[in-house]
């Protein structure tokens, strides 16, 4: 018989989304039609206001004020108060998760987003009580506390910092697997060599910058854009931005004039692709972004992060030596420059390092550990 596989995510950034795409991806390559995957988002779904507009409210909080994001995420981090933070959400949310358990009955349920390990499983695990929970932690070094719940089936770290926290808060080491952090097959398999990425694109033939800001297209992407164009044309280099989600900033782009050739995309489908036809990557210190660049062999520069959630990928990225931090436009310009000057050995020493480190592979492992969990 089928087995239903339940993703609980939110588009709160698109790393949630991206991920439960990665194991959907995954686990149909591996298991065929014994599986049927659906992931739902609980805020918009469910959740009453604000939550129910958290997706829309994410990267305004982040840029706008983020003071109060950073409070949020301290009192998240508090063990206690998130204990009490996740019972208080349990009957504030009574209504919405009710009709979530309803409209939702499977086999395993798996969570990619902090905040839906607790409340939710407690609610399914009374309504289903056969049905098994994992959690596949979507954060690299400084996942924050809500993501560790002591009674799921299984919980996937995406690096030893992560696994280290989850024993630590009392996940038993028999559940936890260190497998990384779930990447979509495209960045494993056979993949075209930059030419052919670049002609695939319509780019030009040069050394390549991919600029990037998250599925929102956040951080000062226009600061380091601009600067990057400049450095670039005196290269004989080219740049490409990626805007994701981000409408105003895509157009905004769009309607300049660029003294090197310079590609403005809103929400791209492929990035494989794009990454494949890259040198190096620009990006605030998203976690997924990281793993897909580390996956492709391309250095960093991180030019920003979100406090709190991002913080501990900036040491994760300088501490491996794949890549450096620097939020700075003009510096970016000079640093990304110099990496692509011909014959200089950074860049290829970086890239080395990155394949060393990455786990492209991750999501099909994570998909067999799953499917173990559905026997
Ligand atoms: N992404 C995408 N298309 C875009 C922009 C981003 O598929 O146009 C994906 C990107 O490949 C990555 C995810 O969105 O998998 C972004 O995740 P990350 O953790 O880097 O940042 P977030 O958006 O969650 O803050």
Redesign the pocket.
Known sequence: MTKQILFLMSDT???????ANALIEALNQLQGDAVQCRMVDLFMGYGTWPLSRAGAYYQPLVDRHLWLWQLMGRCCNQPLLWQSTAHAARFWQMAGLRRFVADNPADLYVSVHPLFNHAPQWMLRQAYPRARFATVV?DLASAPHPWYSPTVDLLVASCPAVQTAAQQAGVPSSRVLLAGLP?RLGFAQARPIPHQARAALGLEQRPTVLL?G?????GALEDSATALASSLALQGGQLAV???RNRALHDRLSRRRWPAPVRI?????N?PLWMAAADLVV??A?????A?ALACGLPLILNGF?PGQETGNVAYVEGNRVGVYCSDPEQIANLAASWLEPGNPVLAAMSRRARALARPSAALEIAQALSALLV
């Open positions: 950034g698109g790393g949630h989304r991206a991920s979507t990447i990037l998250g599925g929102e297209g956040m990626i805007c994701g995309a809103g929400y791209v489908d990035m990006s605030k998203g976690p997924g972004t990281i897909e979100v």
